[in-house]
């Protein structure tokens, strides 16, 4: 009962001395397959209910502003008028004013500092969207509602902070282009 385990040696020897090498891919395509036929349906179905949301979202919302405003109330006859115009104009927070100020400022400094061909293309960005900013104030004056035209006034407004902000980086003193 005192018997050793057998050697390296012993259990090398005997293992085949030729092995046939074979295809795994097939074993391994077969396992995969289901998976990505699977993933490729989640993939559809998701697809699908996300066009499907995105159709009702839209639908809501050129309902929304096809539907005439709610009729004014009226007190002894007379109709009532909101008391608060409409104001298209840029938000009011002193917060806000003085940081658009200062960033402002900024801004012109440092486009001051740029050399002039670049300095009139900046410029000429600037007033494109600063008119594109005065026709959308313009429609919405006549379609104040309007949620597209509501969207395009705060684009245009950060666009132009944006521009601001992209030649104040751009020019930080002791920054180096790469």
């Given amino acids: 009962m005192n018997s050793k385990p057998p050697s390296m040696d012993e259990l090398l020897a005997h293992l085949p001395t030729e092995v046939t090498p074979r295809d795994l891919w097939p074993s391994i395509a077969s396992r995969i397959a289901p998976r990505a036929n699977r993933s490729r349906h989640l993939v559809l179905a998701a697809s699908v209910a996300g066009a499907a949301l995105l159709a009702s979202l839209l639908t809501v919302l050129m309902l929304e502003a096809r539907r005439p405003p709610a009729p004014a109330t009226t007190v002894a006859g007379a109709p009532v008028v909101a008391s608060r115009p409409v104001d298209f104009g840029e938000p009011r927070d002193p917060a806000y004013v003085e940081a658009r100020s200062?960033?402002?400022?900024?801004?012109?400094?440092?486009?001051?500092?740029?050399?002039?061909?670049?300095?009139?293309?900046?410029?000429?960005?600037?007033?494109?969207?600063?008119?594109?900013?005065?026709?959308?104030?313009?429609?919405?004056?006549?379609?104040?509602?309007?949620?597209?035209?509501?969207?395009?006034l705060q684009s245009t407004l950060s666009d132009e902070f944006d521009l601001y902000d992209h030649v104040v980086r751009s020019t930080e003193p002791g920054q180096t282009r790469t």
């Fill in 102 to 152: 200062a960033m402002e400022r900024t801004f012109r400094a440092r486009l001051s500092g740029l050399d002039p061909v670049t300095r009139a293309k900046i410029e000429a960005s600037l007033a494109t969207i600063r008119q594109a900013r005065e026709e959308i104030r313009e429609a919405l004056a006549a379609a104040p509602s309007d949620p597209v035209l509501g969207g395009l």
